[in-house]
């Protein structure tokens, strides 16, 4: 995280060219990125050991102004968690299992631009995660999906850069937090399990006025 932020600085002092956008502008992108995944118990306030996946996804982004945008996107999301448990059909628990859970995320997200030249974007609200499938790595033949509910939903939360390569068309960094706020499973027995992701992004973004 510090050595991304820190790349992020660079960039900026580098390339400090405005990619301010006026009121009514409308932007498409499209992004690439790495996920670190984990989930949290609400008993006891632990985390999971962490998994990687992967996150490709699209966006559009209206500006009111110069400074605050709406952005919605869709993206598939590889979310899951190591060193997790489960019980097999003989009633049999089994440890060290990591599961892999994949989600078509919709964020909506107010953006605030800032910097001298704009270049720096913070966005933040709501997520909706419809869940595509859930796989495990013990092999036991559970259907285990059947067992996760079929929505996530929470809070996303990043910050970002957007270097103009021309006039229609920049290429951005980002760092983005998602944390759940409901339950991914259907029966949780007491104990709310939910979803954390944090990513590593990159991508291209177009004018499309």
Do not use: C
Request: charged share 15%; proline share 2%.
């Amino acid at each position: 995280m510090k050595k991304f932020l820190t790349t992020l600085l660079i960039l900026s002092g580098i390339y400090s060219v405005s990619s301010a956008q006026t009121k009514n502008a409308l932007d498409f992108g499209v992004n690439v990125g790495y996920n670190s995944s984990s989930v949290q118990y609400s008993q006891g306030n632990q985390t999971s050991s962490y998994t990687s996946g992967v996150n490709v996804g699209g966006y559009l982004e209206y500006y009111f102004s110069d400074r605050w945008s709406i952005k919605g996107k869709l993206a598939f999301d590889q979310k899951g968690w190591g060193n997790g448990y489960l019980i097999d059909n003989q009633g049999n628990e089994v440890d060290g299992v990591n599961f892999h859970v994949n989600y078509l995320t919709i964020p909506v997200m107010a953006n605030w631009h800032f910097g001298r030249t704009r270049n720096w974007y913070l966005h933040f609200g709501p997520y909706v995660g419809v869940l595509l499938n859930a796989t495990e790595s013990s092999n036991s033949g559970l259907p285990i999906k059947s067992a996760f509910n079929s929505t996530d939903v929470g809070l996303d939360l990043g910050i970002g850069i957007k270097i103009p390569v021309s006039n229609k068309m920049k290429l951005f960094f980002e760092y983005d937090g998602q944390g759940g706020a409901t339950t991914i499973f259907k029966q949780s027995n007491g104990d709310n399990v939910q979803n954390l992701r944090e990513s590593l992004n990159v991508g291209l973004a177009f004018s499309l006025n």
